[in-house]
């Protein structure tokens, strides 16, 4: 069908329509369409940053809150150790020579002090603190205003600590601390030793037992408001407390020793002196005296006299030690107790000229008798029958050259020259005593081996440790008990009409040696002709000896001899220990 003029331009025109609508979208529509995703997509970019930028300020305020946050919990929260109570010191009946006294440690922030002078004024005149030194002290260390933390005063009296807490100042506050006390002042110093101000054992049983008496540390984390006043407690971990150390000393045989020492001391005019008493079958040490004393206070002022010389120091001992060679030669059986020698006054050994401690002519003694008068003559000649290597094993055998083990720091082994760095005269000189180095602990632990029948018990100084107690004695032969015997009776004869007659006890025996020993000069070029050690060993009673005690006097100036200057202290020593133990006649 054919179509007419009207309605083929109505087609026509449907048609164009059509058509510039499809060219009109390829014409215009595409850019439209382009420039509304290109805002979109900005848009998205915008928003996303947007987005980044909050999420990233929101991590940034986190940590900086968990900053703060942890900061203001280290400005409230504050760890403090909690001091364990240090053991005590006692004596063998359990009295007090060292224990540990309540005391407040003040401080404060100097950076929360609005008038640091005028606060540590205040806090010296409720302290009491009176010296001009600890005053500027304490007003330096509060001027500090960077510190947040200055001791005031360490381990306070409790009552003034109280009255520095009462005067209200920020930032000032107290914890509890011990101070160590000794309440015998300066008796057994230098055996007892010192705890410094954090109570750490410094010297003698208080170092040898710091691990032991100073326990564990606690510890407290606790809240405190600006000013630093306690609010609560976090966490808190209890102090374990230190054991007690029971020493074998006892306080009265220690006491008296000490007052007799310093009578010596003073009648003598001596440089210093030691005293050890000892019961010999158990080792126990009832008494370590050291003269000059030295008072608690004072210890660490004076370092010659703050030495424990029973233990730390050597010397030559000079004729104590004859009674070694003369039980080393009957144990061999070299000589007998009656074996009689013709001794002139001197004798030459290799380049040295050896005379007796007082002139005399030509005698005939027997072993005992040299023993008795203490013959330097005798105990050489002895010494020569029994030649270098029998002699040296016997004096290692008594224990010398080495430590006796005794629970003390710094114990000195003497010195024992080995036979073959022997000179040609030191079979002259060894066998009195010249030429080996002992300790007063060395030597009373020697003699004690004649006073427990040919046992040696090693030398103690602690009986207790905690709830642990040491009763089991390290013990050996040495010599044979009829040997020791016979050398006890040589030493019976010796105090009862020898050289160590001063000794005597009315209603005891006693047995005894004297020592008297040249000191050795500095350079080593020989010995001293003014300057001495006297001493004396005692025993008693003298069949079954329940005491030994051991008395060496330096620098003597009154008399040089032991008879004359040890042996009476030794018999005062010995006569109240007697008693004091009960021990019949």
């Known amino acids: 069908m054919v179509a007419g003029p009207r309605g083929q331009r109505r087609a026509s025109s449907r048609r164009g329509d059509s058509v510039r609508r499809r060219l009109g979208q390829r014409r215009y529509g595409g850019g439209i369409g382009r420039g509304a995703n290109g805002r979109i997509r900005l848009l998205r970019v915008l928003v996303i940053g947007l987005l980044v930028l909050i999420g990233g300020r929101a991590v940034a305020l986190a940590a900086t809150s968990d900053d703060l946050s942890r900061l203001a919990e280290q400005q409230q929260n504050r760890v403090v150790d909690l001091p364990a109570h240090r053991g005590a010191i006692v004596d063998r009946h359990g009295q007090d020579l060292a224990v540990g006294t309540p005391r407040q440690t003040v401080y404060a922030a100097p950076s929360m002090l609005d008038d640091p002078s005028s606060a540590a004024r205040d806090l010296c005149a409720a302290l009491q603190i009176t010296r001009k030194k600890e005053r500027r002290a304490v007003t330096a260390a509060l001027s500090d205003r960077e510190s947040g933390f200055s001791y005031v005063a360490r381990k306070a009296d409790p009552e003034l600590a109280r009255a520095a807490l009462a005067l209200k100042l920020p930032g000032v506050g107290a914890y509890a601390e011990e101070k160590r006390s000794y309440p015998m002042k300066a008796s057994a110093t230098q055996v007892i030793g010192l705890a410094g101000i954090d109570n750490q054992g410094l010297a003698g049983i208080e170092l040898q037992y710091d691990t032991q008496l100073g326990g564990t540390d606690g510890s407290q984390v606790a809240v405190r408001d600006p000013a630093g006043r306690l609010l609560r407690t976090v966490a808190q971990t209890e102090p374990v407390p230190g054991a007690d150390v029971r020493l074998t000393i006892d306080a009265d045989i220690q006491y008296l020793a000490e007052s007799v020492l310093a009578r010596t001391l003073r009648s003598s005019q001596a440089k210093a002196a030691v005293a050890i008493v000892m019961d010999p079958r158990t080792g ?46 009957l144990a061999d059986g070299v000589v007998k107790s009656t074996s009689k020698f013709t001794l002139p006054p001197s004798i030459w050994v290799a380049d040295r000229e050896i005379n007796e401690s007082h002139p005399r002519g ?96 090693k030398p103690r100084l602690v009986a207790q440790v905690g709830a642990t107690v040491f009763n089991e004695q390290e013990s050996h032969r040495v010599i044979p008990a009829r040997v020791a015997r016979n050398v006890r009776d040589m030493l019976a004869l010796a105090v009862a009409k020898g050289t160590g007659t001063k000794a005597k006890i009315k209603g005891y025996e006693v047995a005894g040696k004297t020592g008297t020993s040249q000191k050795p000069l ?24 329940r005491l030994i005690v051991l008395v060496a006097v330096d620098e003597p100036r009154s008399s040089i001899y032991g008879g004359d200057i040890a042996a009476p202290a030794v018999q005062r020593i010995m006569r109240f220990a007697l008693q004091h133990l009960e021990i019949k006649p």
């Open 284 to 329: 126990e040490v009832l008494a370590m005296v050291n003269a000059p004393a030295v008072k608690s206070e004072d210890f660490g002022r004076e370092l010659a006299n703050d030495r424990n010389r029973a233990i730390t120091d050597m010397y030559e001992p000079g004729s104590i030690f004859k009674l070694v060679t003369i039980a080393g030669a």
């Open 362 to 457: 030509t005698v005939t003694y027997s072993v005992a008798e040299i023993l008795q008068w203490s013959s330097n003559v005798g105990a050489v000649t002895i010494g020569q029958r029994m030649e270098k290597d029998k002699l040296h094993r016997w004096v290692e055998a008594f224990g010398f050259g080495k430590p006796t083990g005794i629970e003390f720091p710094g114990e000195a082994a003497g010195i024992v020259p080995k036979v073959k760095d022997w000179s040609d005269s030191s079979i002259g000189n060894i066998p009195m005593g010249q030429g080996v180095a002992v300790t007063p602990l060395q030597m009373i632990a020697a003699a004690a081996v004649i006073a427990n029948n040919g046992v040696a018990v």
């Open 522 to 545: 500095p350079d080593g070029s020989g010995y001293s002709e003014v300057n001495y050690i006297a001493s004396f060993v005692g025993m008693v009673p003298a069949d079954h000896p």
